[in-house]
C-alpha cells in the first residue's frame, strides 16, 4: 500500500475585491509560513518515503517549512501547479466580465470542461496534474507528501474517488490542510482523510506508520 499525504499551501495574501490567482506565482503570508510549520514535527514521526510539490512558491516554502524536521526535501513537479486561468489571472470578475463578454457565464454553466481564454478547463487541469500523481506512484512507494493547490488537490481527489469533476467544490481545502489517500494495487483508492488542520494528525499517525 501507498499512502499519499495530500497537503495544500499556507495562507496567501487576499486582495479586496478578490482576484483569480490561479498560476501566480505569489508568496506565503506570514500566517501562512506559521501554518506549514506546524506540521514539521507531526510529518517527522512519519515514515515518509519521498516529498513532491508543485513548482510556484507557494508550494515549494510550504513543503520546505514542513520538511524542516524530515531527511527529505520535495521535489518540484509543474504539472502539480494550480489551474492556468489564462487571461483571468490577476483580474476580479468585474474585470472579466467586461473584458471578455460572456465568458464567466459560459464557464459558470460548465466548469469542467471550458477554459478561460488562454486558459485551460478543470478537465485538462485534473488531466495533467493525475498524470503526474500516477508518476509519483510508479517511482515510489510507503507514505508520500504531495503539496499542491485547492483547485487540483480537488480534482485528483474527485479522480481518486470516482466523484464527477463537476462536484469538486464540495471538497474542503483549506489553507495547508491535510488529505490521506490509500493506494493498494488492486482496489480503488480509499480516502482515509479530509482537509485536516494542522497538528490533527495525531490520532492518524498509528494507522499510517
Known sequence: MTTVLLLRHGEIPQA??????????????EHGRAQASLWSRELARLPLTSAWCSSLGRCRETAKLALAE?????????????????????????????????????????IVHTAPAGGESFAQAQERAWLALRGILDQSAGVILV??????????????LGMPLARLFSLG?????????????????????????????????????
Open 173 to 209: 481545502q483549506d489553507y495547508a490542510a491535510l488529505s490521506v489517500i490509500d493506494f493498494t494495487p488492486l482496489n480503488p483508492p480509499q480516502l482515509r482523510v479530509l482537509n485536516l488542520p494542522p497538528q490533527s494528525l495525531a490520532p492518524w499517525l498509528g494507522a499510517i506508520a
Open 70 to 110: 524530515c531527511p527529505l526535501s520535495a521535489t518540484p513537479l509543474d504539472d502539480l501547479r494550480e489551474i492556468n486561468l489564462g487571461h483571468w489571472e490577476g483580474l476580479t470578475v468585474g474585470d472579466v466580465r467586461e473584458r471578455f463578454p460572456g465568458e464567466y457565464e459560459k464557464r459558470g454553466a460548465d
Open 16 to 29: 479586496q475585491p478578490r482576484r483569480f490567482i490561479g498560476q501566480r506565482d505569489v508568496p506565503l503570508t
Open 147 to 160: 503539496v499542491a493547490h485547492a483547485g487540483v488537490n480537488r480534482a485528483m481527489l474527485c479522480r481518486a
